[in-house]
């Protein structure tokens, strides 16, 4: 996608074709050139600036202003946010979350008396494969670009239901928030944020997600106000977060787990505490879990959990798009522990379920791994290796971006070398 500053804006004016008169008036619509598209959505579109308690700044992206006062961004700008302000020029506002919708990353803001025109949303059954788009934004917090591309795909589940739109070229790297407009000026998708570092993604959150915000992103708001918060006296189970903004930031302070060894029937805690972390990633235990604000994990070196740490697959026990990769194949070896373990699992996606933790009825995905294990008795053995069959549950919420429920089963071998597990790991709170 190319991206222009606004004195190319008239030249390309004149080497784009717009539509015909017939066409304008089959549409009752007026496709305006770049340069005007651009003066008229542009006042529209705000950057977007998220900070921690302290005032540094941990994210920066762009917002659209979609309603009196609301402005609708990427929710993965404001993880670990403690503030959230919109600027233009040198006048800002305060942010307040109003509507989450985790799942989809399309977060609703609340700015009092936000001065901005509202955006025109483009109908769902406007988008054509091949029709010209733009987006406007502020690439990491600069001034407004104008970027020139077009609809290169449309995606839809197996209901039919709207899940991307597909861009003919990658946007530029920190547009996360931006507005991709068609051609008429009218909204018709956001750019989601990504990691530093991350491959640039050529896909869109349709815009007629808006229309959904106050069915889900109210939902979401009173699942969490009715949870109740952990009293580490009373150890009773809860899932609880200081707010909702908190949940969506993906930025808990403590995670806590029950670990059930089922052969002896013992119980333990398992707690992971947040560490100071950078903008990229969140670091638990002094380093000893460290994952992406997405949930995706990236390292551990000390495992407190039984098999769901010592024999984790690199990147963690799910995936990130669980409805494009339903199954997949996980070879790997883990040195955790003391001990070595070689393993080859077959991954499927079983089905999505309803499971209820702490008190709370939480929406998950099952996914089983099979497959076999070989253990060593220490990490340097060569010898005195035993094999077993290998079976795991993993129960994963895509609201809290973790896995909830963890269950493993193997026993192999015989004599010293002799291996068994029956585990079973279940989150109790998060707060």
Sequence with gaps: MKYLSSPALAALAIALPVLTASAQDSRNTTAFAPDALF???????????ASDAQGKVLATGSAVATGAGTAVTSCQLLAKASTVTLKRDNVSYGATLALPDVERDLCQLRIPNLPAPVAEVAPANALQVGMPLYVVGSPRGRELTLGVGMLGGIRRGAAGELEALQLAAAAEAGLGGAGVFDAQGRLVGLLPASATGAPLTNLAMPASWIAQLPERGGRAIERLASLPVANPASGGP???????????????????????????????KVVYRI???????????????????????????????????????????????????????????????????????????????????????????????????????????????QYGRYLANVWFSPELKRVVRFEAE??????????????TLELVSIR
């Design 410 to 423: 193997t026993r192999g071998g015989a004599g010293p070398a002799a291996f068994q597990v029956r585990e």
């Design 39 to 49: 003066a008229r959505v542009s006042p529209s579109v705000w950057v977007v600036q």
């Design 238 to 268: 809860a899932i609880g977060t200081s707010g909702p903004a908190s949940l969506v930031a993906g930025r808990p302070n403590v995670i806590e787990y029950q670990l059930h060894d089922r052969l002896t029937n013992t119980y333990r």
């Design 275 to 385: 560490d100071p972390s950078t903008d990229e990633q969140i670091s638990f235990n002094n380093g000893g879990w460290v994952e992406k604000p997405n949930g995706e994990v990236v390292s551990v070196t000390s495992a407190i959990a039984g098999e769901f740490d010592s024999v984790m697959p690199p990147g963690g026990w799910t995936k990130e798009n669980l409805k494009e990769e339903a199954a997949w194949r996980a070879r790997y070896n883990s040195t955790l522990g003391g001990s070595r373990s070689n393993m080859d699992l077959n991954a499927t996606v079983m089905e999505d379920t309803a499971l209820t933790i702490g008190g709370r009825e939480l929406k998950v995905v099952r996914i089983e791994y099979k497959g076999y294990t070989q253990r060593f008795p220490n990490a340097g053995a060569v010898v005195g290796n």
